[in-house]
């Protein structure tokens, strides 16, 4: 069965998961989002009752009900797995029944965005959405740096608005980064890949076509390291994991923390730390190797450089 990121998973049981990887050689790679439970706070088009699980309860869940799906994610047979949400197929009616997502959706159509090559994730795929939830809007392969230009423009006319600064000091309170509350904005408003809509927060999130997924390469960790080095292609850098090559003996960055996700462009120094591991390619740094990436980080030096020099 083909699966990817931000594609969503229901299993026999009735539980859902959201599909956490591009390979999945012995089931499918997915984090457990929401359980069937009859005092849930959600319910879906069919009537179930459904509670939403963090990371760590969702973890703790299986260990105790089906400790065979937990390994470093939960690892769902494909015998198990009674539908699969693809966020490309659910976004049309999505769209119809909340004006906030069409308003997303027709900005990047009538800039030139296939209907095909876009798609909505999240508790809105699955149809457990709440009256406060967010909207997380997907686009695929080498349309998303178009979409992201569009939504900047979108930004500039007034159809959509920026986040203000209560805003980005939730988003930092829930992340928790290694960098400070201003680096951490700096970086931020560069990446241009979240807004508001009609008052809706919303992210603007990136999935490989599918002839641009490869198989992974496994690593071994050799130890934690912190290193300076000069970014040469940010094709995946809003992927996950995002990926930066670089410069260096240390060829590339993967990081599995949305975090640090396009936190530099080609041409710029990084400083990055986290674990380094050996692959049959040669060397990479990941960062994200807990959920919070504690002690682990991506800087662009350069970045920084330039607004401490406009402030």
Sequence with gaps: MRARIRDFLKTDDGWIFAVADYNHPCGIRSMLRYVPDPAGERTSPDGVKYRKLDFDAAFEYLRRVRPDYVQDLHVIPGDRVLCLYRPEKVLPSVARRNPSVEKIASILRDGGISQDSMGITGSWLVGLEGP???????????????ARDLIARAKKECHIQDLDGVTWKKIYAKR?????????????????????VDGTYFDLLFTREWDQIKPALPGRAVGRRKIEARVVETDFAFDNPAVFKLDHEIGEVHCYTHTYAGQALPGETVEVRGMVEETEAGL???????????????????LLEKASRRS
Excluded: C, M
């Design 284 to 302: 990479r740094i990941v960062v994200g190797t807990t959920r919070e990436a504690r002690g682990e980080w991506i800087r662009s030096l350069t």
């Design 132 to 146: 406060a939830s967010d909207i997380d809007f997907v686009v695929y392969g080498d349309a998303w740096q178009k």
């Design 176 to 196: 928790k980064p290694e960098i400070n509350f201003d680096e951490f904005v700096v970086h931020e408003k560069r990446k241009g890949n979240r807004g508001l």
